[in-house]
Nanobody, 129 residues
């Protein structure tokens, strides 16, 4: 079992920055992918970035490329999402996710929420114009 706890959300003006953190605990040694998702009201969660643990492959949603940076510490216990140049459309609930399945995927393809097993409780990001 893996437990995930997000932090770092908040309110910021457009153009500002936030850094989300996801603390992972439990049996994390087999985690293969970790990702950040966001969810708009009434919509399905969409992945904004993920990292293949060990392989260090990183994929971003087109809407955040050049603005968001995903990273993880070397002990695989904390995942980060540095969000710069925030826009009002980035306003959403952000979730951290992890899986132990070693998914095969085409280069540059994001994972879906159904490919993740573990989820955090979410942290709200609000960007005002």
């Amino acid at each position: 079992q893996v437990q995930l706890v997000e932090s770092g959300g908040g309110s910021v003006q457009a153009g500002g920055s936030l850094r989300l953190s996801c603390d992972a605990s439990g049996y994390t040694v087999d985690v293969s992918f970790m990702g950040w998702f966001r969810q708009y009201p009434g919509k399905e969660r969409e992945e904004v970035a993920d990292i293949e643990i060990g392989g260090n492959t990183i994929v971003y949603h087109d809407s955040v490329k050049g603005r968001f940076t995903i990273s993880e510490d070397k002990r695989k216990t904390t995942l980060y999402l540095q969000m710069n140049s925030l826009k009002p459309e980035d306003t959403a609930m952000y979730y951290c996710a992890a899986t132990e399945t070693r998914w095969q995927r085409p280069p540059g393809a994001l994972l879906s929420l159904y490919q993740y097993k573990y989820w955090g409780q979410g942290t709200q990001v609000t960007v005002s114009s």
